[in-house]
């Protein structure tokens, strides 16, 4: 079993940064792909970007493309998601999770994913 938990959300202006990191332990993170969600209050969960457990495949849900990055430094057993010209719309909590390899689902939905952290809000103001 992996415990994950986010970190670096905060209030920031629009078109500001944030870097958002998901520490794993009890298992090694190299292991999983790692996606994060976001949630804004009264909408479902979404898919906002995953990493392969090799850090080679990265994807993007197309509202958050060319704006964040996603990355992984599985020495530190930390995977990161840098969030650039933020919008109001960022505004969410960010949850990151991990998708064991022999797990079923796709990498796009939260049922596909296995471990949850507890989330970390990032709030975007006009």
């Known amino acids: 079993q992996v415990q994950l938990v986010e970190s670096g959300g905060g209030l920031v202006q629009a078109g500001g940064s944030l870097r958002l990191s998901c520490a794993a332990s009890?298992?090694?993170?190299?292991?999983?792909?790692v996606g994060w969600f976001r949630q804004a209050p009264g909408k479902e969960r979404e898919f906002v970007a995953r990493i392969s457990s090799n850090g080679y495949i990265k994807n993007y849900a197309d509202s958050v493309k060319g704006r964040f990055t996603i990355s992984r430094d599985n020495a530190k057993n930390t995977v990161y998601l840098q969030l650039n010209s933020l919008k109001p719309e960022d505004t969410a909590v960010y949850y990151c999770?991990?998708?064991?390899?022999?797990?079923?689902?796709?990498?796009?939905?939260?049922?596909?994913?296995?471990?949850w952290g507890q989330g970390t809000q990032v709030t975007v103001s006009p």
């Open positions: 009890g298992r090694t993170l190299s292991m999983y792909s």
């Open positions: 999770a991990a998708k064991a390899r022999y797990s079923g689902g796709d990498y796009y939905t939260p049922a596909g994913y296995d471990y």
